[in-house]
Each structure stands twice: as structure tokens, then as C-alpha cells.
């Protein structure tokens, strides 16, 4: 049975004011800094509705996590995707390397991955849209959109998506920021925290008869080479012991 004619959507693709709209809250929610989760569901829900005819959509994230997709609108997204990671070939993939938009117009005809596309057309994929997500020079992964339909996207729909994509990268990266901001603060946090740790047990030990704060540092580092631990967590169980000894003194 032969395709059936390339889809015309019943209704208008979204006009500038619903796009401005879209966008105008995705840039709210940049100085909000909500969690990457939010965010990203926000970023799918947008891509699904600005682009007429619109299966499912979904985000790939590229990092030092590999490869994953986030927020995927339903399970033939996430199916399409998976394929892709285990295929190592895709739309998305490809979207994400060259930092260039990809359109497949039907994969049922489309050459360039054979194997992606032969599973997701059986799948009942059929047009897809891919745009990186750019920060920078650096490409952090791709936003897509999939159809049923062949020939479904169209020099509109690359617009709407190359707009919500710059937008979208600039959400991620903001989230990322945040997240490593985070990171290094807990970082900070523990590495004061160790390093209270290892002065008051330094004291302890003083106390006890060391010669000098260096003498009573070596006592804790053959410590913790003897007990193959870092410094800070024999300081810590040094000082446990302490506060064990002194509440059951308490107690007596």
C-alpha cells in the first residue's frame, strides 16, 4: 500500500504570540532556577505543543553521565531514543555531534541511519525533528520531536524548535551551574568539617602526651596508613571515642 499524502495539520502552526508566550516562560523559569527536572518537563511539553502534529518529544543530555534522555513525553520517545544509544546512530546523536539541526522526512525511506530507522518506522515513527543544544561552542545534547506521519516538519517547525532549543540549552546550562555550584559548596562544606576534625583531634592527642601539633598529626596519619582510612575519618573515630568516654563519666 502506498504512503499516505504528506500530512497538512488541521490547525495553524503556533503563531508568534503562543511562541512568545513559550518562550517567555521557559526565560522565567532560567531566573527562577527550578530543578533540572522541572525544567526539562517544561522544555518537552513546549516542543510538543509548538509543533503541530507532534507525536512525543523529549531531551537528550549528553555529559559525563553518558548518554540519557530526560522528560520524555511517552514510551515511544523513550524507545526511540534507547535504540539510538544502543545503536550508537540517530538523529539525536547526530544532532548532538555536529551541533547541526536533522530532519528525517520519513524514516521509511531515509538512508542514514538504516538501522534506527528501519526499528523506529516499526515502531510507528515516522518524521522526526532534532535540534542541538548549544551553550557556548559546546554542544550539551539534543531536543526532538517525533511523528507518525511522514513529512510532517516543515521550515516552521525548524524555526519553532531552533528557538526553543537556544532557550533551552540556556535552561540546562543554568541548571547544570547550579548543580556544580552545589557540588562545590558541599565540597567546601565537608573539607571544613575534616578539617575540624583532624585540629581537635590534634588537641586530643596533645593532650595526651604528643610533643608538638606535628608529632600528633604523625600519630594520625600511621593511624590511618595502619588502618588503611583517610586522616579525617580516624580524627572522627578518635574523637567519638572521646565523646563515648566522657558520656558514660557523665553517666557514672
Not at 85 to 100: K, N, Q, S, V
Not at 126 to 141: M, Q
Not at 144 to 150: D, S
Not at 151 to 169: C, S, T
Amino acid at each position: 500500500m502506498p504512503d499516505p499524502a504528506p500530512h497538512v495539520p488541521d490547525t495553524a502552526p503556533p503563531g508568534p504570540d503562543e511562541l512568545a508566550s513559550a518562550l517567555t516562560q521557559m526565560a522565567g523559569l532560567v531566573l527562577s532556577r527550578e530543578t533540572v527536572d522541572t525544567a526539562l518537563a517544561l522544555v518537552t511539553t513546549l516542543a510538543a505543543t509548538t509543533t503541530a502534529g507532534t507525536l512525543g518529544a523529549g531531551v537528550t543530555v549528553v555529559d559525563e553521565h553518558g548518554k540519557r534522555s530526560r522528560a520524555a513525553s511517552n514510551a515511544a520517545v523513550e524507545q526511540a531514543d534507547v535504540l539510538q544509544y544502543e545503536l550508537d546512530e540517530g538523529p539525536c546523536l547526530t544532532a548532538w555531534r555536529t551541533g547541526e539541526l536533522v530532519r528525517i522526512d520519513d524514516t521509511a525511506t531515509d538512508g542514514r541511519w538504516p538501522q534506527w530507522n528501519e526499528a523506529v518506522s516499526r515502531m510507528g515513527v515516522r518524521s522526526v525533528l532534532s535540534t542541538p543544544l548549544i551553550v557556548g561552542a559546546e554542544s550539551i545534547g539534543a531536543m526532538k520531536v517525533y511523528c507518525e506521519r511522514p513529512q510532517n516538519y516543515g521550515p516552521q517547525d525548524e524555526h519553532v524548535m531552533r528557538l526553543l532549543a537556544a532557550q533551552a540549552a540556556i535552561l540546562l546550562a543554568n541548571s547544570q551551574s547550579l548543580q556544580e555550584a552545589r557540588r562545590l559548596s558541599r565540597q567546601l562544606a565537608d573539607a571544613l568539617a575534616s578539617r575540624d576534625a583532624v585540629a581537635r583531634a590534634t588537641g586530643v592527642l596533645l593532650a595526651r602526651g604528643a610533643a608538638s601539633e606535628q608529632d600528633a598529626f604523625a600519630r594520625l596519619s600511621d593511624a590511618a596508613r595502619q588502618a588503611g582510612h583517610p586522616v579525617h575519618d580516624v580524627a572522627r573515630a578518635l574523637l567519638a571515642a572521646v565523646a563515648a568516654r566522657n558520656a558514660r563519666s557523665a553517666g557514672a
